[in-house]
Each structure stands twice: as structure tokens, then as C-alpha cells.
């Protein structure tokens, strides 16, 4: 059964008790964390048709992680729900995903890139999936409903290897008594379809772990955790006032990234970050002129391993005019790991949300038999990142031999005195010429 029955002239609604508190709210945002077939996805249009209905004409929005689960999830299940009712419209574009109706229009978006959000005003927005998408996108979604005041619905799997900042940050805004925000957690068989057998079933053969994500919409955070970090202490959003910044780079046939950085005399400053798959280096020539004119980057500390892909971008900058240092990284993994592992633990390593390809890795970034195992391409990049700017900055402040001689014969000289005054068999009146 599912959350509604279709007639002719309409569609009856009969949702189950967390489903109608989520109908009936006019809480400003609302995060929804469930087991797997608890009903979240049949609500989505429901939900979203009830704040048209309510709302009236203007612009609403349903994002997912992915672009194929807009089209296979998304506006199916919308598309499916407004047929033969008063919300049935027609496309306005079908490239762009935009389907108008009497009561507005409706914006389908990936939130893989949250900057194309941009640009409308929504009076309510639904974020599917939302555990699998970058804070950045939920920040994005908040800030484009402001001036209608809209409300925001957030559905999501408690996702263990992506960025929590679903699970952290909405949950204790909602514990601290945060009245804009309600966060509800139930478990699949809150859903009287739920088969009741499957749930017993799996209770008894799934680790803890397991059934916690599948079945109860409980979030626990992944054991063995590389970099295990408060989160609320390093991931913070980074003011950029034109600094010099650094990059580290992996460069690959399956993806290409770079790590973004500056440091202060605070900490080494990570402001944004670069991900694309493309197998062409020339594909990624245009995008790395453009950011390291824009965080005037000096140096990108990359691969050795990855020589020859980083002579062609290396070839295609020179050809637009884009000078930049490429300086061959530090590539052992576990000196990287401890670096970076120190950085953050000292409070010296501050992550934008813009960089949350790398939150999700680091989230995911696990010990399996003595050896770091996880996705890494961002991971990888940081930590050369770390490394190279640690060896840039010993390099760049090395004392030169004069310096270094003037340092020892001070050393020298206190280690004197600390010697003639602590003695214990020093002479019991010392005259103060005796130590200079």
C-alpha cells in the first residue's frame, strides 16, 4: 500500500503518523532521517504539492544527489502524482528540468554542483537524499528561500561514509531547542507496508551497523576512522581576501582534483576545491587557469606518479599565459597521513564547505589491516597539499649560514650560563662578570 490511493477525479492520502507531523509542521526547516522503505520518497511530491496548493504561484524545487536520480526518482514520482489532479501541468523545459503548473513551477535539480542553484526564490524546497549532498547545497537551498520565508524538507538514509553534517548539525541545532528546526528519526516499519518478517529477519543477520542504516535511521559514525575530527572545530567557512594560496593535485584518468589552500600564522586554510572526471588533460586546462588566477596559486604539489598527465596541463597553461610552479609532492601515504592527522588534531587544518568531496573521503577514509582504505582522489591531494607547503614553508625560512651561526653561538652562550649557574658545584659567590 502506498501513501495514497488513485480515483478518477483525485488521489485520497492516508500517510502514517511521521508522515502526517511532516505534512502538518510549519517548521522552517525539517530533517527527516529514516530506515530504507519507511515511505520518505512517496512523500516528496506530496509534501511538495501541499505547499503549492497552500503557497500559491511561484517557484519550488526538488533536489537529488545525482542527475539520474532526478530522472528515475524524482520527477517520476512527481509526475506520477500530479497526474489527472489540479497540479498537472507541462514542461517549460525538459533540458532544463523545469515543469510549470497553475500553482507555479517546479525546479529539478542535481545537487552535484550547488552553484547552479542559484537564481531563483522558492517558497519551499524538498532536499531527497539529503545525507548524500554537500552541506553547500543545503546552504544554498536555505538561502534562496529566505525571502519567501519558505520551508525546507530534508529526507535521507543516515549515510555513515559521506560528510554527517546532516546528522551533526541539524540534530543539535534541534537538541540545543532550536525552535526553526525539527528533526525527526524512525525506523522502517513505521511504515505499515514494511514487511514486519524482513525487519526480524535483518535484525538478526545484519552487524549493528548495519541495521541501524538500513532499518532504524539511527547515523553512527564509521569505526576506525583515519581522520577522526570534530567536525564543528575544523570545517568552518574560510574568508579569502586574496592571499597566495597553494594546490595540491591527483591527476588521474578517473578524476582530476586539486585542494586549494593559504596559511596564515593561524593555520593552513583550505578555501575550495576541484573535481572533475574527464580521461583528457586538456579538459581541465581552462578550469585550472581560471582558479589559479582566482587564488593566485604559486605552486601545485602534484603526483610523481602522474608526470606525464601533469606536463600536458602544465603544456596547455603555458600556452594561455598562466604561469604557475609544479613541484613533484611527498606521495607516501602514511607520512601524509600523520601530517595531516597532526595539522587537524592541533588546529592548524581549517576545511571551507566547499570542499566537500574531501569531507565526504575523509569520512569514508578507514583503517583496513594497517593500511588507510577508502576513496581518496581529494584525500590524496590534500595530503600533498599538506606536505608540500610543510617543505615550501622549512625550505622558504631555512636559516642561512650566517643566521645558523649566530643561532649556535647563542645556543652556545645560554648553555654556558645555564651550566655556570646550575652547577652544584659551582662556587658559592659568583660574580656576575664570571657569566658574561
Known amino acids: 500500500?502506498?501513501?495514497?490511493?488513485?480515483?478518477?477525479?483525485?488521489?485520497?492520502?492516508?500517510?502514517?503518523?511521521?508522515?502526517?507531523?511532516?505534512?502538518?509542521?510549519?517548521?522552517?526547516?525539517?530533517?527527516?532521517?529514516?530506515?530504507?522503505?519507511?515511505?520518505?520518497?512517496?512523500?516528496?511530491?506530496?509534501?511538495?504539492?501541499?505547499?503549492?496548493?497552500?503557497?500559491?504561484?511561484?517557484?519550488?524545487?526538488?533536489?537529488?544527489?545525482?542527475?539520474?536520480?532526478?530522472?528515475?526518482?524524482?520527477?517520476?514520482?512527481?509526475?506520477?502524482?500530479?497526474?489527472?489532479?489540479?497540479?498537472?501541468?507541462?514542461?517549460?523545459?525538459?533540458?532544463?528540468?523545469?515543469?510549470?503548473?497553475?500553482?507555479?513551477?517546479?525546479?529539478?535539480?542535481?545537487?552535484?554542483?550547488?552553484?547552479?542553484?542559484?537564481?531563483?526564490?522558492?517558497?519551499?524546497?524538498?532536499?531527497?537524499?539529503?545525507?548524500?549532498?554537500?552541506?553547500?547545497?543545503y546552504t544554498t537551498l536555505r538561502g534562496r528561500l529566505n525571502l519567501f520565508d519558505g520551508q525546507l524538507l530534508m529526507l535521507s538514509n543516515p549515510y555513515m561514509k559521506k560528510d554527517p553534517w546532516l546528522f551533526l548539525d541539524l540534530k543539535k541545532r534541534y537538541d540545543e531547542g532550536d525552535l526553526t528546526v525539527l528533526y525527526l528519526s524512525f525506523p522502517s516499519i513505521a511504515n505499515p507496508a514494511f514487511s514486519r518478517k524482513v525487519y526480524e529477519r535483518d535484525k538478526k543477520i545484519l552487524t549493528p551497523e548495519e541495521f541501524s542504516f538500513q532499518h532504524l535511521g539511527v547515523y553512527i559514525k564509521p569505526q576506525g576512522l583515519v581522520y577522526d575530527y570534530d567536525r564543528s572545530a575544523v570545517v568552518k567557512e574560510v574568508k579569502y581576501n586574496g592571499e597566495t594560496c597553494f594546490a595540491g593535485g591527483d591527476f588521474g584518468f578517473d578524476s582530476t582534483t586539486l585542494e586549494i589552500g593559504f596559511v596564515n600564522t593561524v593555520a593552513l586554510h583550505l578555501v575550495n576545491e576541484y573535481f572533475k572526471v574527464d580521461i583528457e588533460p586538456s579538459g581541465h586546462v581552462r578550469a585550472f587557469a581560471e582558479l589559479i588566477k582566482r587564488y593566485h596559486i604559486n605552486i601545485i604539489f602534484y603526483d610523481p606518479a602522474a608526470r606525464a598527465f601533469m606536463s600536458e596541463i602544465q603544456k596547455g597553461l603555458t600556452e594561455l599565459k598562466v604561469p604557475v610552479k609544479f613541484e613533484k609532492a611527498n606521495n607516501d601515504v602514511h607520512d601524509g597521513v600523520r601530517e595531516k592527522n597532526r595539522a587537524l588534531k592541533g588546529g592548524k587544518l581549517i576545511i571551507d564547505p566547499k570542499c566537500y568531496h574531501l569531507l565526504d573521503e575523509d569520512m569514508g577514509y578507514i583503517w583496513?589491516?594497517?593500511?588507510?582504505?577508502?576513496?581518496?582522489?581529494?584525500?590524496?591531494?590534500?595530503?600533498?597539499?599538506?606536505?608540500?607547503?610543510?617543505?615550501?614553508?622549512?625550505?622558504?625560512?631555512?636559516?642561512?649560514?650566517?643566521?645558523?651561526?649566530?643561532?649556535?653561538?647563542?645556543?652556545e652562550h645560554f648553555q654556558n650560563l645555564y651550566d655556570k649557574v646550575m652547577n652544584p658545584k659551582r662556587k658559592e659567590n659568583i660574580d656576575w662578570r664570571d657569566i658574561f
Open 1 to 137: 500500500m502506498g501513501l495514497y490511493i488513485e480515483t478518477p477525479l483525485s488521489k485520497i492520502i492516508h500517510p502514517h503518523k511521521y508522515q502526517t507531523l511532516i505534512l502538518l509542521t510549519r517548521t522552517k526547516e525539517t530533517a527527516c532521517v529514516t530506515g530504507q522503505g519507511s515511505g520518505k520518497s512517496s512523500l516528496v511530491p506530496v509534501w511538495l504539492g501541499t505547499q503549492m496548493m497552500n503557497r500559491g504561484t511561484g517557484e519550488y524545487a526538488v533536489t537529488e544527489p545525482v542527475n539520474s536520480m532526478v530522472e528515475r526518482v524524482a520527477i517520476r514520482y512527481f509526475l506520477d502524482f500530479v497526474k489527472g489532479t489540479e497540479l498537472e501541468g507541462d514542461w517549460i523545459s525538459k533540458k532544463y528540468n523545469i515543469y510549470g503548473t497553475n500553482y507555479g513551477t517546479v525546479n529539478f535539480y542535481s545537487t552535484e554542483i550547488p552553484e547552479h542553484m542559484q537564481g531563483s526564490h522558492l517558497k519551499a524546497a524538498v532536499m531527497d537524499e539529503a545525507g548524500q549532498s554537500p552541506r553547500l547545497a
Open 368 to 411: 583496513k589491516n594497517g593500511e588507510p582504505s577508502g576513496e581518496r582522489h581529494c584525500e590524496d591531494a590534500s595530503r600533498y597539499l599538506i606536505m608540500g607547503v610543510k617543505n615550501f614553508l622549512h625550505r622558504e625560512y631555512a636559516p642561512t649560514k650566517v643566521e645558523k651561526k649566530a643561532k649556535d653561538w647563542l645556543a
